[in-house]
T-cell receptor, first 114, second 110 residues
Framework: DAGVIQSPRHEVTEMGQEVTLRCKPI?????LFWYRQTMMRGLELLIY????????DSGMPEDRFSAKMPNASFSTLKIQPSEPRDSAVYFC????????????FGSGTRLTVV | RKEVEQDPGPFNVPEGATVAFNCTYS??????FFWYRQDCRKEPKLLMS???SGNEDGRFTAQLNRASQYISLLIRDSKLSDSATYLC???????????FGQGTTLQVKP
């Protein structure tokens, strides 16, 4: 099992550019979560999906952020336009069900907006 | 008030020491509790679940006090490899949604 796969591992972009982060959950896991981690705020849940349907997006900071899960094996988190305060590590995680057990995180995408 | 609060540390201890981390949570409806470990520039990984009766896994002991909304982690006989950030994690209403504390940093020195 390859685990949760995120790409890219690192992204450096200029302010105002569109950024797309990608995640492939573990096969058979039907819940997917996007988190953001910064020194100031720690790990924050942005949005989560169950069976490809967004269940809770209350953590999405503003309209510049959007997330999609077009199928069970792929999700994207998009920031448009990006700002320097979006610089953080973005983690994707998946679980086998609508339960808190079996959480597996990807290696994260380290985003720097200059 | 943050939903999950931890002392950020750092805790600097010598090898072989016993160290304890504490955590409080604000939502009394919280159902499940965990400790995660995060190494520098890595993803968080599950260390152990926390059960109402308390539980032990080798050198690690976790305890839960629902009345005080308090969780603890005790590490005995600290090893250099225990150096990491320990995240207190709470789940609400048995959904998949986990709420993370900001973490407590442990540095074990020779």
């Amino acid at each position: 099992d390859a685990g949760v796969i995120q790409s890219p591992r690192h992204e450096v972009t200029e302010m105002g550019q569109e950024v797309t982060l990608r995640c492939k959950p573990i096969s058979g896991h039907n819940s997917l979560f996007w988190y953001r981690q910064t020194m100031m705020r720690g790990l924050e849940l942005l949005i989560y999906f169950n069976n490809n349907v967004p269940i809770d997006d209350s953590g999405m900071p503003e309209d510049r952020f959007s997330a999609k899960m077009p199928n069970a094996s792929f999700s994207t988190l998009k920031i448009q336009p990006s700002e320097p305060r979006d610089s953080a590590v973005y983690f994707c995680a998946s679980t086998p069900g609508h339960v808190p057990y079996g959480y597996t995180f990807g290696s994260g995408t380290r985003l720097t907006v200059v | 008030r943050k939903e999950v609060e931890q002392d950020p540390g750092p805790f600097n201890v010598p090898e072989g020491a016993t160290v304890a981390f504490n955590c409080t949570y604000s939502n009394s409806a919280s159902q499940s509790f965990f400790w995660y470990r995060q190494d520098c520039r890595k993803e968080p990984k599950l260390l152990m679940s926390v059960y109402s009766s308390g539980n032990e896994d080798g050198r690690f002991t976790a305890q839960l006090n629902r009345a005080s909304q308090y969780i603890s982690l005790l590490i005995r006989d600290s090893k250099l490899s225990d150096s990491a950030t320990y995240l207190c994690v709470v789940n609400l209403s048995n959904t998949g949604k986990l709420i993370f504390g900001q973490g407590t940093t442990l540095q074990v020195k020779p």
